[in-house]
């Protein structure tokens, strides 16, 4: 019966048609050995469907700390007391090095993220000569993670450059009021919308493990399909000390196998990029994503925290018969 079930969804997805929202809930309820057949068959529509080169991003922490919003998550938050470096915008020419030392490593994309609400107009418009040094002097695709925008400012991005804009939308939206109050869910998706009609590319995904249940993550899973986002960084909860999230257990790693899986049934096309907290969570069934259906990465140095060598990252990818 299970077999039949995911046999039957792997070819409903290769002929061109989406699943509901019920057949991922029987997706969900898969357990013990049923979810290596799920894992095998996400891996399947990924190859068919998205093909098996894994696009490979880094980032750089370019403004950090004292943040006005309360997402409980969040080591950068004012609201909490975790260690975190607190600094402004950083000046163009370590942005610069950054961009070619991860070039150099085997980055494809490459984004400034910055902390706060929005950047503010002085530091965006730094922002904006940094990404047009960047267009000159890389051949990196460029993205850009700076808080809310509107169309206007999206607009100046793309002129400068920019070809993608990440904005998560961090969890469902029927637990988003659980993990942040200082602004709404529908001031994401706003943010997101205009990105999109100012002719950028939308990277947006959320973060698991934040004690959410597994019918949110599927409402965030369909959100994303709605939404028409193709590049989904899934994060993993990393427990910092001192954000309002300190003590929240991390999921065991089949349920986020799991997850992943059913987000590839959801979005057979998109890039599933594992994000921060991979490490933490899963630490040697890592490879596992990538044969449960992930074909992107964010590589290196997350914000808050460190990540795996690029050349371990791509080791591993190459090892189990992927492309970089």
Do not use: W
Not at 41 to 56: P, S, Y
Not at 280 to 303: C, E, K, P, R
């Amino acid at each position: 019966m299970t077999s039949q079930l995911i046999s039957d969804l792997e070819k409903k997805i290769f002929s061109g048609e989406e699943i509901t929202l019920e057949e991922a809930r029987q997706l969900a309820r898969l357990e013990g050995p049923d979810l290596y057949q799920l894992f095998a068959a996400a891996a399947r529509i990924r190859d068919v469907r998205a093909g098996k080169k894994v696009d490979l991003c880094a980032i750089i922490n370019a403004r950090s700390g004292n943040c006005t919003e309360d997402c409980k998550f969040c080591a950068q938050s004012g609201h909490y007391q975790a260690q975190v470096e607190i600094y402004g915008l950083l000046d163009e020419e370590r942005v610069i090095e950054r961009a070619h030392q991860m070039e150099a490593e085997g980055a494809a994309r490459f984004s400034l993220v910055t902390s706060g609400r929005d950047l503010g107009r002085e530091d965006f418009v730094k922002a904006l000569a940094i990404y047009r040094r960047l267009a000159a002097e890389t051949r990196l695709k460029l993205c850009a993670s700076l808080g809310i925008i509107t169309k206007e400012m999206a607009e100046e991005l793309r002129k400068a450059g920019v070809i993608m804009y990440h904005h998560n939308l961090e969890t469902a939206a029927s637990y988003f009021p659980q993990i942040c109050t200082t602004h709404t869910y529908a001031e994401r998706v706003a943010t997101i919308k205009a990105a999109q009609s100012a002719g950028l590319e939308v990277c947006s995904g959320g973060i698991i493990s934040m004690g959410e249940s597994m019918e949110q993550r599927l409402e965030l899973a369909f959100a994303l399909k709605e939404l028409g986002i193709n590049s989904v960084p899934i994060n993993i909860l990393n427990p910092i000390e001192g954000t309002g999230l300190a003590g929240q257990p991390v999921l065991l790693p089949l349920e986020i196998l799991k997850t992943i899986a059913i987000f590839r049934f959801v979005l057979p096309e998109a890039k599933l990029r594992y994000a921060g907290g991979r490490e933490n969570a899963l630490g040697d069934l890592q490879v596992m994503g990538y044969l449960a259906g992930i074909n992107a990465a964010l590589v290196g140095s997350y914000l808050t925290t460190s990540g795996r060598s690029v050349a371990a990252d791509m080791q591993m990818i190459k090892d189990i018969g992927l492309e970089v």
